[in-house]
């Protein structure tokens, strides 16, 4: 124990995370070695992490309001335009605590 910090519990849960991870990891590999790579597949698997991103920050965002919104928005922009992602975040980042700073 780490002074209190990590609870046997909290050891196990994290155990259990990282079998999970594991398991679903091989499972994955295991699973595609077995799938025809169609060009139709692959657009699907590329657009996989995008999807999982944009599902976990929508809720967020619409429960945070304006500024939220209006920062993704702001990143999503320049991502797009600009092809640079930590200029896009460190923009959407500061759109969010101007507003915030401006009481929104």
């Known amino acids: 124990m780490m002074d209190g910090l990590l609870t046997d519990g909290a050891l196990v849960a994290i155990g259990l995370m ?3 991870t594991l398991v679903a990891r091989m499972a994955g590999f295991f699973i595609l070695g077995r799938v025809t790579i169609t060009p139709r597949v692959r657009r699907g698997l590329e ?3 995008g999807a999982v991103i944009i599902s976990t920050i929508v809720p967020i965002a619409l429960r945070e309001g304006l500024p ?5 928005a702001v990143t999503a922009a320049l991502m797009k335009l600009l092809k640079r992602d930590v200029v ?5 980042l500061a759109t969010v605590a101007l507003m915030r700073q401006a009481g929104f």
Not at 88 to 92: N, P, R, S
């Open 88 to 92: 896009a975040v460190v923009a959407g």
């Open 68 to 72: 939220a919104i209006l920062a993704l």
């Open 47 to 49: 657009a996989l992490p």
């Open 18 to 20: 990282l079998a999970t």
